[in-house]
């Protein structure tokens, strides 16, 4: 019975060439689709699950507040509050501190500056399961000058050699000693929101420091992570660490009124939910909302998919009504005939997914080029997804066939074999609500996707205070032969580079624009109580800092040579002089604050630019004066290749700061780096979005075949009655016109909504304005009627004599 059934679903198949291809197609392209957008979902989602334990980990947040009001929320904690969680706390089985850090890490004449540094206790290869290849994670990162590096690292310091027992050598203004290779671990995965090449041991930073990075609870630079014992709710405990902490930190917290708190935060959240300063990864970091939002999309596209088989499926019913008539009468049962469409629809389903195996193998190279994540189809075929791939391939398969299934299956064969057949109300009904479930789909995707282009362009485009165009940026050296003789080096090498003709500025300082400010400290306006401390944040600036950047100084004045006392007077910009209490910028001007344990000048305020990118507010900053800072080197260039610029610096570079290798990057790539996952959702939404409409049009175009071949005769008539092409064409697309227009009044509400809440995580956004509904209005109807004409202009242009013949 069941090869009975196979083989009369092939026939049918086979006999309606059209809409078998047309079914196959769209679910093969709705199936391809979702399986890519479920990689993609199902990877975001991975992160950190590839430790043992990673349901019981979670990372130390530290939360400050100043006067009650919350100062800022940070990934990175003090270093004392992870021993005294362990040390107080029985549901603390384990912590483990790591110190992020860059420096210039050689062995012999290999020497790299090393981004991914860590500086970590011994139990940071315990706790996390990193994959060690080589030596012991109990003991590799005991004591002092111990390194533990990847198997990349390895081959990068070492080549061939097994740089086990050998030393590396790391260099820095504060640091520079000889570290032992005392194990290798494998590369860190992708999907790990912590990334590393070298890991430093803890207790080097510890004798460096006098213990500080043992004890210190003010130095919140410690990505620090605890193992609780199983069962342990994490919110409990963190409301017993607050009563434990105000204990011992409560009369200090008094004094200065200020609190802070650590909760803990599920390891698991990071990557995708997690927006805290000082975040391990910045710009790596996911996003839950767009990581959603395409998890939507592709449901969206499947059921479109199977919408499309629906209808084509239950439009055909009239076609083979007579054939369930005749079997009916040669005694199938009902039963049989459910059976009979099921199976047939599971074949195309089944068809259309190996199609679309076949599709996401071509198609993934491009979108891993697109994502940047490596996704193939084992992910989504191995041990933990694929029942849930067949089983939704099932589900679909089976549900999408049992309305066709019971419509035809209901037939009585005496109607049906005279050829008295009509269409239900229920049927029509039915057809057009999943006709107009399309339409609004589309109406969503075609303006969600120019809300999300319009919100791309706004960050690009808009005036984010200073100016970033052709602005070559140098990592600072990671040492000098004679420290003490830094200044003067540097002070030389701008000189030098000034004299290039194509340079139009030198400036150094502590951060760059686009790079996070870890430097923070306490502020006041100098006659207000210690309870008015603040949290202020720091940046070192040289004299020429605003002016190459073109940053507007407001108030007041830019530091200047000819005052000597600017190196204890400071600068401030606008969201500073409020925070700090001041009226206006005109108002702090002259005014005396309280930082670092001594009163300053205010000489100067400078435009509130954007320091980060604009999904954050403008942060309050002060800056000091250092005319030789050691972090960043910026250097305006005009009328020069930048490629040409850096050959004839390299030089000047190996001259004045020997054994380090120039690092460098462009500010205005460095800047938009913060947009880079915005742009993937974009792209990935806009080109999901218009496969998602050409699935739509697939069955559109198959629905209007169909309807079309129904009223032929009718068209043959009105033609002979002297009906016109175009008055037949109106007559035709009137029907679907309506439910354009239905699913444009359910659609631009529900869009607005939920961009509405996808624009409410940026500090700065456009507008979505009627302009955006109202092209996509267009677009839905034009793609639309376009689709539907193409059938109805071939059989209007038909010569009326042949088409009266027809039936």
């Known amino acids: 019975m069941l090869f009975s059934y196979i083989r009369t679903a092939f026939r049918s198949l086979v006999k309606n060439k059209t809409f078998s291809v047309l079914n196959i197609l769209g679910l093969a392209l709705g199936m391809a689709c979702c399986m890519i957008i479920f990689q993609y979902v199902t990877y975001e989602k991975s992160y950190d699950k590839f430790h043992t334990d990673y349901q019981d980990i979670y990372r130390v947040q530290y939360n400050y507040y100043q006067n009650g009001n919350t100062i800022f929320e940070c990934a990175a904690a003090v270093p004392a509050v992870g021993r005294d969680m362990k040390d107080n706390f029985p549901e603390v089985l384990e912590f483990a501190r790591a110190f992020p850090i860059s420096g210039l890490i050689s062995q012999g004449d290999v020497s790299y500056r090393e981004e991914k540094l860590q500086i970590a206790d011994p139990s940071w290869l315990t706790l996390f399961d990193w994959g060690m290849v080589e030596g012991n994670p109990e003991t590799a990162l005991e004591g002092p000058n111990k390194a533990v590096i990847s198997k990349r690292a390895a081959t990068k310091y070492f080549g061939n050699e097994n740089p086990m027992g050998k030393t590396i050598r790391w260099n820095s203004s504060w640091i520079n000693e000889d570290f032992i290779v005392t194990g290798i671990i494998e590369n860190?995965?992708?999907?790990?929101?912590?990334?590393?090449?070298?890991?430093?041991?803890?207790?080097?930073?510890?004798?460096?420091?006098?213990?500080?990075?043992?004890?210190?609870?003010?130095?919140?630079?410690?990505?620090?992570?605890?193992?609780?014992?199983?069962?342990?709710?994490?919110?409990?405990?963190?409301?017993?660490?607050?009563?434990?902490?105000?204990?011992?930190?409560?009369?200090?917290?008094?004094?200065?009124?200020?609190?802070?708190?650590?909760?803990?935060?599920?390891?698991?959240?990071?990557?995708?939910?997690?927006?805290?300063?000082?975040?391990?990864?910045?710009?790596?970091?996911?996003?839950?909302?767009?990581?959603?939002?395409?998890?939507?999309?592709?449901?969206?596209?499947?059921?479109?998919?199977?919408?499309?088989?629906?209808?084509?499926?239950?439009?055909?019913?009239?076609?083979?009504?007579?054939?369930?008539?005749?079997?009916?009468?040669?005694?199938?049962?009902?039963?049989?005939?459910?059976?009979?469409?099921?199976?047939?629809?599971?074949?195309?389903?089944?068809?259309?997914?190996?199609?679309?195996?076949?599709?996401?193998?071509?198609?993934?190279?491009?979108?891993?080029?697109?994502?940047?994540?490596?996704?193939?189809?084992?992910?989504?075929?191995?041990?933990?997804?694929?029942?849930?791939?067949?089983?939704?391939?099932?589900?679909?398969?089976?549900?999408?066939?049992?309305?066709?299934?019971?419509?035809?299956?209901?037939?009585?064969?005496?109607?049906?074999?005279?050829?008295?057949?009509?269409?239900?109300?229920?049927?029509?009904?039915?057809?057009?609500?999943?006709?107009?479930?399309?339409?609004?789909?589309?109406?969503?995707?075609?303006?969600?996707?120019?809300?999300?282009?319009?919100?791309?362009?706004?960050?690009?485009?808009?005036?984010?205070?200073?100016?970033?165009?052709?602005?070559?940026?140098?990592?600072?050296?990671?040492?000098?032969?004679?420290?003490?003789?830094?200044?003067?080096?540097?002070?030389?090498?701008?000189?030098?580079?000034?004299?290039?003709?194509?340079?139009?500025?030198?400036?150094?300082?502590?951060?760059?624009?686009?790079?996070?400010?870890?430097?923070?400290?306490?502020?006041?306006?100098?006659?207000?109580?210690?309870?008015?401390?603040?949290?202020?944040?720091?940046?070192e600036v040289d004299y020429d800092y605003f002016p190459s950047f073109e940053i507007d100084v407001v108030a007041g004045r830019n530091f200047d040579r000819s005052h000597a006392t600017d190196v204890e007077n400071v600068m401030l910009n606008e969201a500073a002089t409020r925070f700090l209490g001041f009226e206006n910028a005109e108002d702090a001007v002259g005014k005396r604050i309280t930082h670092s344990g001594r009163d300053k000048l205010v000489v100067g305020v400078v435009d509130n630019y954007n320091q980060m990118s604009l999904k954050n507010d403008v942060a309050p900053i002060l800056y000091w004066l250092n005319a030789a800072s050691r972090e960043f080197i910026a250097i305006k260039f005009d009328g020069i290749q930048a490629k040409q610029l850096l050959g004839e610096l390299e030089s000047d570079w190996d001259a004045f700061f020997p054994g380090n290798p120039m690092d460098y990057f462009y500010l205005d790539t460095f800047f938009n780096r913060q947009y880079e996952k915005d742009n993937q959702f974009g792209t990935v939404f806009s080109v999901f979005s218009v496969l998602a409409i050409v699935v739509s049009c697939l069955g559109l175009f198959g629905l209007s075949a169909f309807s079309t071949i129904q009223r032929t005769k009718e068209i043959g008539i009105r033609k002979v009655l002297g009906a016109s092409i175009s008055s037949i064409l109106m007559l035709l697309s009137r029907e679907y016109l309506i439910l354009i227009l239905v699913a444009i009044a359910l659609g631009v509400p529900l869009t607005f909504f939920v961009m509405n809440g996808w624009l409410e995580s940026f500090a700065y956004r456009t507008s979505i304005g009627w302009v955006v509904f109202g092209l996509s209005a267009i677009i839905v109807i034009v793609v639309a009627l376009v689709t539907v004409s193409y059938q109805t202009l071939k059989s209007a242009r038909r010569n009326p004599s042949n088409t009266l013949r027809y039936e």
């Open 188 to 539: 860190v995965p992708s999907n790990s929101h912590i990334k590393f090449d070298i890991l430093l041991s803890y207790q080097t930073l510890v004798d460096a420091t006098d213990n500080e990075a043992e004890v210190a609870w003010g130095w919140y630079d410690f990505n620090t992570y605890v193992k609780l014992a199983k069962g342990t709710d994490p919110i409990a405990f963190n409301k017993k660490y607050d009563e434990h902490l105000h204990k011992i930190r409560g009369n200090m917290f008094a004094e200065r009124n200020n609190r802070q708190e650590f909760p803990l935060q599920a390891m698991t959240d990071i990557h995708l939910k997690s927006k805290l300063l000082q975040e391990s990864e910045p710009e790596e970091n996911g996003d839950a909302q767009s990581v959603y939002f395409l998890g939507i999309l592709a449901v969206f596209i499947l059921i479109i998919a199977w919408v499309n088989y629906i209808n084509l499926a239950s439009s055909q019913s009239m076609e083979r009504a007579k054939e369930v008539g005749v079997r009916k009468v040669m005694g199938a049962m009902k039963g049989q005939l459910v059976w009979q469409f099921i199976i047939e629809s599971i074949i195309v389903n089944l068809v259309a997914a190996f199609i679309s195996v076949g599709l996401v193998s071509l198609s993934l190279p491009y979108f891993n080029q697109l994502t940047n994540a490596p996704l193939s189809l084992a992910l989504i075929f191995n041990s933990g997804n694929w029942l849930l791939v067949i089983g939704v391939f099932l589900a679909g398969a089976f549900l999408s066939s049992l309305y066709p299934a019971f419509v035809l299956s209901s037939f009585r064969p005496i109607v049906t074999l005279k050829g008295k057949m009509t269409t239900s109300h229920k049927g029509i009904f039915l057809r057009k609500s999943l006709v107009t479930f399309q339409f609004l789909a589309s109406v969503f995707l075609i303006s969600g996707t120019f809300i999300v282009y319009k919100q791309l362009q706004y960050l690009k485009q808009r005036d984010l205070g200073f100016e970033m165009a052709e602005t070559l940026v140098l990592q600072g050296p990671g040492y000098v032969a004679v420290d003490s003789l830094y200044r003067g080096t540097m002070l030389n090498f701008k000189n030098q580079v000034l004299h290039h003709p194509n340079v139009e500025a030198f400036t150094t300082s502590s951060n760059v624009p686009g790079d996070e400010i870890f430097w923070t400290n306490g502020a006041k306006r100098a006659e207000a109580p210690n309870t008015d401390f603040k949290t202020i944040y720091n940046v």
